[in-house]
């Protein structure tokens, strides 16, 4: 069963770009991988989401590895709102209408000025 | 805007004493999803709708029922909180399809007192 592993926390300064590594070991065939943003007293916000190689937006770009072992939540020149918690989750589907969430345990990324 | 709706935002509850939130969606979304969030914790799923079909996670306790009696509705029941289920509690909503992403409500933040 995949289980995914994030940095606890990060620091960043306004303008820089920020990378953010997830490890998902088990990852099957069919999972896909979403990155989720979350403000304090907010629900988390969807921001990007891969299969493999490389997904762009217009916030954030998703870099996937051809073994899909892991997946980088790129951020560029991030701004002080940028400061939150940024989770990474695999999905899974199992049979039928069956899903299982394994979703990481979040990495705080504090943006200074 | 089609959106995802908790009610109420807050809500105080007695040790014991039953309780229920409530989740409305505009989106007419087939999956309907109740996380309990603690502080500093990633989201945890406690069960899934995938339209009528009701999916419990193993380790969610028996304390914890839901009920979706349309498309647009989902309901949790705590039927005796206890001080450990304070927490904020996130509904989502996602469509039917493998890349479909989740959709979240602001959270209803639970105290027992």
């Known amino acids: 069963l995949a289980k995914t592993t994030q940095p606890i926390s990060m620091d960043s300064y306004e303008g820089q770009e920020v990378n953010i590594t997830c490890s998902h070991n088990?990852?099957?065939?069919?999972?896909?991988i979403t990155w989720y943003q979350q403000f304090p007293s907010q629900g988390p916000r969807f921001i990007i989401q891969?299969?493999?190689t490389k997904v762009t937006n217009e916030v954030a770009s998703l870099f996937i590895p051809a073994d899909r072992k892991s997946s980088t939540l790129s951020l560029p020149r991030v701004s002080l709102s940028d400061t939150a918690v940024y989770y990474c989750?695999?999905?899974?589907f199992g049979a039928g209408n069956n899903r299982k969430l394994i979703w990481g345990l979040g990495t705080s990324l504090a943006v200074n000025p | 805007d089609a959106m995802v709706i908790q009610n109420p935002r807050y809500q105080v509850t007695q040790f014991g004493k039953p309780v229920t939130l409530s989740c409305s969606q505009t989106?007419?979304?087939?999956?309907m999803y109740w996380y309990q969030q603690k502080s500093s914790q990633a989201p945890k799923l406690l069960f899934h709708?995938?339209?009528?079909?009701?999916?419990n996670e193993a380790d969610t306790p028996d304390n914890f029922q839901s009920r979706r009696p349309n498309t647009s509705f989902c309901f949790l029941d705590i039927r005796s909180p206890g001080l450990g289920d304070a927490a904020m509690y996130l509904c989502?909503?996602?469509?039917?399809?493998?890349?479909?992403?989740?959709?979240f409500g602001p959270g209803t933040r639970l105290t027992v007192l």
């Open positions: 989106l007419n979304h087939n999956v």
């Open positions: 989502a909503t996602s469509g039917k399809g493998e890349t479909d992403t989740q959709y």
């Open positions: 709708y995938y339209d009528k079909d009701f999916n």
């Open positions: 891969g299969y493999k």
């Open positions: 088990n990852i099957a065939t069919n999972d896909y």
């Open positions: 989750l695999v999905v899974i």
